[in-house]
């Protein structure tokens, strides 16, 4: 199961096509290997290596972060603010890489920190793009709708003013893979006194832009 994914990303009947599986079967199998990420579902609904491969595999590096290591402190230089990237893990989203501003007021958010997918930028960013059935299944819990992650695919970036902890606003934008598929969530946040309460105005051609870099380093 886990070989027919390691070369390209594949959805439900290609899986079928690969490992000869029935079809019940082969969603049975690849929805555990989910709930363990070992795989992960794309936006586009196709199955992909997950992310506890990389970190059974020890000293494996993982592309994403090495990106983050160089793109990140930028952002941080540029704005002035705490920056993060986020992956999302189900029904909740993890902080994998981040950039502090040396000193002030900031909205610190540890490596490793799980946050919900109901609220915030970043929440709103990785599921604008989540296939029907795991949208909609965000959207139960979610502090924004249907219509808010369609201007999210609008304008190509999210923002978000005291949703997720009162006083912080924050904006993200989608980082792409190869394929298109959006794998992770560049954010940049710190208190609404200080960046205002319409963070995407100020930062949002920043945050693209890092996007982009990101990418461009994958």
């Known amino acids: 199961m886990l070989g ?3 070369k390209e990303p594949c959805g439900l009947a290609e899986l079928c096509n690969r490992t000869g ?3 019940a079967t082969a969603h049975r199998l690849a929805v555990g290997l989910e709930v363990h990420r070992l795989l992960r579902r794309g936006s586009d609904g196709r199955w992909r290596p997950g992310a506890a491969l990389a970190e059974l ?3 494996a590096t993982d592309p994403l972060l090495d990106a983050a290591s160089a793109v990140l402190p930028r952002l941080r230089e540029v704005t002035g603010e705490s920056v993060q990237l986020y992956r999302r893990d189900g029904m909740q989203r993890i902080c994998v890489a981040a950039a502090e501003p040396p000193s002030g007021l900031r909205d610190t958010v ?3 920190a799980r946050l ?3 609220a915030g930028s970043g929440a709103k960013v990785l599921a ?3 296939d029907q059935p795991t949208q909609r299944a965000v959207l139960a819990d979610a502090v924004f709708g249907e219509r808010t992650l369609f201007e999210v695919r609008r304008r190509g970036w999210a923002q978000s003013v005291g949703e997720r ?6 904006v993200s934008a989608p980082v792409r893979d190869g394929t298109g598929a959006v794998i ?3 954010s940049v946040s710190g208190p609404v006194e200080r960046i205002g309460r319409r963070p995407g105005g100020r930062w949002a051609a920043d945050l693209l832009a890092a996007a982009e870099a990101l990418q461009n380093r994958l």
């Open 4 to 6: 027919a994914v390691a």
């Open 21 to 23: 599986l029935p079809r």
């Open 57 to 59: 595999a020890g000293g």
């Open 110 to 112: 540890p490596v490793g």
């Open 116 to 118: 919900p997918m109901s």
């Open 128 to 130: 604008a793009w989540l």
């Open 165 to 170: 902890e009162p006083g912080v606003a924050s």
């Open 184 to 186: 992770a969530a560049v």
